[in-house]
């Protein structure tokens, strides 16, 4: 399909957001909400100061109505804010997202008293409230509460906080979210198009048309940086007050806890990784030779490989999709094609929707909802199998209720990936013409350079900004590309050239501002992902309830125990290197695949 055509089925892939509240629309916005409030402040009466007195069986009563209200708040945030991102220029859209929010922080305050509570108690008595059988569903969660008790201030100050954040970091979170979509590139053979568009334009075989899609992309991020870096420096500045009042040791501490991971163990994976740069080197230099220029520029990175440029439309794709769902495992298939029949997927580009692609997992009495900004490229088709993955491992971890159905972001990752590798084997597996292997090797190992390296590469940019904006005060336009720029040239080394122009690219990433720390996370959950798909690879068939296990078990253990139901130790030392040996395996089958291309091309 070529990029004048349109595809109506892809036209029609738009989500149906009734269903969240019963078809009610606003007014269910306004109904649920009261119910909540109402709901919240007779717990808060009937609990507030007497948690201690409770017996296990009370803790359990006290929690499954705590969920409830989690519920009904958490089904109003999932309608409001997809709703909001499938066009924030919508005043409408923004006003019922703002509204929302504001009563959902007034229900959050009533109800902070209890976390702050049960993490005061002494270790002794909650260990004999946690033993009663009763509290399955939310005893890993209670746990984890406990876990941040020298962090936690006291209920006034908790109180201050919370209702503060809203026009706090939620307000320059919703400000970054909405200029970022606003974002129009001006491309000389296409007028105005969405960043995403233009970004797609970097896989193309034509060197000229990369670099002119990638100055208009430095173009277009030209007139609103300074306020972008305004909202990054706002945001920074906020974390380091934050972990001040919370006494984290540093600004990655309070994420790292988040993910249940250990600072240590962050420190080897991103060690690991940096250590083992040299993969995505000896890629990118091969990739020079395979485009016959003497080093790439980083408008190169994505560029195909060879003149095989593979295009899928939305249908096909979503066929490719479900028949490897499907055939992996039959209850995986049937949950996927719900997404495609019941309107849980919205995917056409649009102007002001919210670019890239995600997931939400909206609460376990509703189903998920995948957004895509679907452009019709082969990349396209694995990204829909990678959010699917997503998908299907949220609705299958709902059994696990409001408290356990998400997983730390460090195996977040996990389903998505392993679905993305399933479908990425289909393809290998039909193609045999050497060019088109070559390509679809390509763009894999580039997707996993992009996820493990370049993320790790974003989290020492964070690193730097973070800690430069803690010890020398607010850092100019400049001084951020620069510490961009360092981030980057550390991975690509003499391999890529980065340009002048590339030094403002860091200003369209959102989970710089709206998940601090985060990035490190897609290189965990990769090395995760490949280690698992490596035992499915081992096992075959036997393996898949194993791997069903893993997903219906959402967040209600630890990962070093969720990795155990799987056969993966966590607590290995080795584990990094023995997933980037997995990688660099990658690697070696893209340069014999680029040999035989070269070789046969005289």
């Not at 702050?116 to 002794?124: D, F, G, T």
């Not at 008790?149 to 970091?169: F, M, N, V």
């Not at 860091?506 to 490596?534: C, D, K, M, R």
């Amino acid at each position: 399909m070529t990029s004048d055509q349109t595809d109506p089925e892809l036209e029609r892939a738009a989500w149906d957001l009734e269903p969240l509240l019963d078809g009610e629309g606003e007014a269910g916005v306004d109904t649920r909400l009261e119910q909540a409030r109402r709901r919240a402040q007779a717990f808060a009466e009937r609990y507030a100061g007497t948690l201690g007195e409770l017996d296990g069986a009370g803790l359990a009563e006290a929690m499954g109505e705590l969920g409830e209200i989690y519920e009904l708040v958490g089904r109003v945030g999932t309608y409001v804010g997809l709703r909001f991102s499938t066009d924030t220029a919508d005043p409408a859209n923004g006003a019922l997202l703002q509204s929302a929010q504001e009563r959902e922080t007034a229900i959050e305050t009533a109800l902070l008293f209890f976390e702050l509570e049960w993490a005061a108690l002494p270790e002794e008595r909650a260990e004999e409230l946690l033993a009663h059988e009763g509290l399955d569903f939310c005893r890993h969660h209670l746990r984890n509460v406990r876990r941040y008790r020298e962090h936690l201030l006291s209920e006034p100050e908790e109180k201050i906080l919370t209702e503060k954040s809203l026009t706090g970091a939620s307000a320059w979170t919703r400000l970054f979210e909405e200029l970022t979509s606003a974002i129009e590139v001006q491309l000389p053979d296409a007028g105005p198009v969405a960043l995403e568009v233009a970004l797609s334009r970097l896989a193309l075989p034509d060197r000229g048309l990369r670099r002119e899609a990638a100055e208009a992309v430095t173009a277009a991020l030209a007139p609103g940086l300074r306020t972008r870096a305004y909202v990054l420096n706002t945001l920074l500045a906020d974390k380091g007050v934050d972990d001040r009042l919370r006494r984290y040791p540093h600004w990655l501490a309070a994420r790292n806890l988040a993910n249940e991971a250990s600072d240590e163990s962050v420190q080897a994976l991103i060690e690991a990784v940096r250590g083992r740069y040299e993969i995505a080197r000896r890629w990118y230099r091969l990739k020079a030779q395979l485009l016959g220029v003497e080093r790439l520029a980083d408008y190169d990175r994505m560029a195909a490989v060879t003149q095989d440029v593979a295009t899928f439309g939305y249908g096909e794709a979503r066929e490719l999709v479900l028949d490897c769902y499907s055939s992996f495992s039959p209850e995986l298939g049937d949950l996927a094609r719900r997404f495609f029949m019941e309107s849980w997927i919205d995917a056409p580009v649009r102007p002001a929707k919210r670019g890239g692609a995600f997931c939400a997992s909206g609460v376990p009495k509703a189903h998920p909802y995948v957004l895509l900004n679907y452009t019709s490229r082969r990349r396209d088709a694995l990204t829909m199998a990678h959010e699917l993955g997503h998908g299907v491992h949220f609705a299958l971890a709902a059994r696990q209720g409001v408290f356990h159905q998400g997983t730390p972001l460090t195996l977040a990752e996990t389903a998505s990936v392993f679905g993305e590798t399933i479908v990425f084997g289909r393809l290998l597996a039909q193609d045999t013409a050497p060019e088109s292997r070559l390509a679809l090797l390509a763009e894999n190992l580039e997707d996993t350079i992009a996820t493990v390296f370049r993320q790790v590469a974003m989290n020492r940019f964070e690193d730097l900004a973070h800690t430069e904006r803690r010890g020398q005060g607010e850092l100019s336009v400049e001084r951020i590309g620069e510490l961009w720029a360092q981030s980057q040239e550390e991975l690509l080394g003499d391999s890529v050239e980065v340009t002048e122009g590339y030094r403002s690219w860091w200003s369209y990433i959102p989970h710089f501002i709206n998940t601090p720390g985060y990035v490190y996370a897609y290189a965990y959950g990769q090395l995760l992902a490949l280690s698992v798909y490596e035992r499915y690879e081992e096992r075959g068939a036997e393996f898949v309830p194993q791997y069903l296990e893993l997903l219906a078990a959402g967040g209600s253990r630890s990962p070093e125990e969720l990795g155990r139901i799987v056969d993966v130790d966590l607590t290995d030392p080795g584990f990094w290197e023995a997933g980037l040996d997995l990688v660099e395996r990658q690697l070696q089958e893209a340069e014999a695949a680029a040999r035989a291309v070269l070789e046969a091309g005289g």
